[in-house]
């Protein structure tokens, strides 16, 4: 799975379709913690995260929907920036 970014020890990472399913989503990987966030609705779909912390990928996603949803849709990794 390939990562497209990280900040503050998360690891955000994005499926290809081949392999993955809708909605447009990404993982975040924070120490134990796993979780599937979606790239629409901002909603945890699987898995979770501290309250600190998923607050933290909802803004970067809110930031960087557009950029997401455009490696969702073409499959071609993109790295992003971090939230800073």
């Known amino acids: 799975m390939p990562i497209i970014s990280s900040f503050y020890g998360m690891t955000i990472k994005i499926y290809f ?18 979780s599937a ?5 901002l909603e945890v779909l699987d898995g979770d995260l501290p309250k600190k912390e998923l607050n933290l990928i909802r803004q970067w996603i809110k930031i960087h929907k557009k950029e997401l949803l455009d490696i969702w849709n073409s499959q071609k990794l993109k790295k992003i920036e971090p939230l800073i």
């Open 37 to 41: 966030v979606s790239i629409d609705t």
């Open 17 to 34: 379709l081949g392999k993955e399913h809708n909605p447009p989503h990404i993982h975040v990987i924070y120490g134990e913690y796993t």
